[in-house]
Nanobody, 114 residues
């Protein structure tokens, strides 16, 4: 049973934008806080942003002011609008609920070149 599917990544130049999407199953999405996390090679996944079930967002410092997390409860989808991208934003982006389920989606690769 597929529970999390991320999409929207790509290769862009610094300063450009991307919009990531994550489609989740009801058991994962409904009534849960949803989050986006980023992983780079050799490191643990790190929290980028999370959004409460009512839509209240929170951001980790490196991404505050440039990224916007949102959710569509009818579509069971969480989004990450990424503006003014920097090379240090490069990585694989995953979504999950908080607390996370052990079965992660495939992630979506974001590559930002200078």
């Amino acid at each position: 049973q597929v529970q999390l599917v991320e999409s929207g990544g790509g290769s862009v130049q610094a300063g450009e934008s991307l919009r990531l999407s994550c489609a989740a199953s009801g058991s994962v999405f409904d009534d849960n806080t949803m989050a986006w996390l980023r992983q780079v090679p050799g490191k643990e996944r790190e929290l980028v942003a999370f959004v409460s079930r009512t839509g209240f967002p929170n951001y980790a410092a490196p991404w505050k002011g440039r990224f916007t997390i949102s959710r569509d409860n009818d579509e069971r989808t969480v989004y990450l609008q990424m503006n003014n991208l920097k090379p240090e934003d490069t990585g694989i982006y995953y979504c999950n609920k908080i607390p996370a389920i052990p079965s992660w989606g495939p992630g979506t690769q974001v590559t930002v070149s200078a």
